[in-house]
């Protein structure tokens, strides 16, 4: 009887560390969950205000929301590393809808004769919007912040979009 009791009093420590183990891991995985749900909601809540300011055509104002969703934050002195963008964390259809209304932005602010251009984002801005577009770094700051860098990984929509832009840009 005593080395049942020593066997069980063994076992039981090992047993609650599985328990505590699977409850930390399970409040791990429901608070990235939690995150992520929140995330996706604060993009889905920029890109309605983004597309409602594309649609009452006030150009700037919705470039300058929608940025904060598609361009990472600049690294600091401590970290030089480049975190993620909050699109690159983003199910497939919040980035096809992330990236088409940025890439119909663009198209936008491209097709500005030069006048409107200027007035509406001043002159050199205007100039580097549209030079980004006709260069073709639209494509490449699309696979870096949207895609991990990785080009195959572009979802078919986003390519047909940018192909648009970039054609008619």
Known sequence: MTSNTSIATTLTPARDNLTNSHLLSSSISSLSSSTS???SSQIS?????SSTLFLTRRLPESLSTILPVI???APDD???VREPTPISQASRTTRIKVWSLYLTILNAIVE???DEGKEAFG???WRALVAKVRNGEVWEEVVRDGY???EGNVDSDVVINLSVVTHFG
Not at 45 to 49: E, S, T
């Open 37 to 39: 749900r929140h995330q």
């Open 45 to 49: 809540k920029i890109y309605r205000q």
């Open 71 to 73: 361009t990472s934050p």
């Open 78 to 80: 401590t970290n030089s």
């Open 112 to 114: 500005l004769d030069s």
């Open 123 to 125: 002159s050199s801005e």
């Open 148 to 150: 991990d860098g990785i």
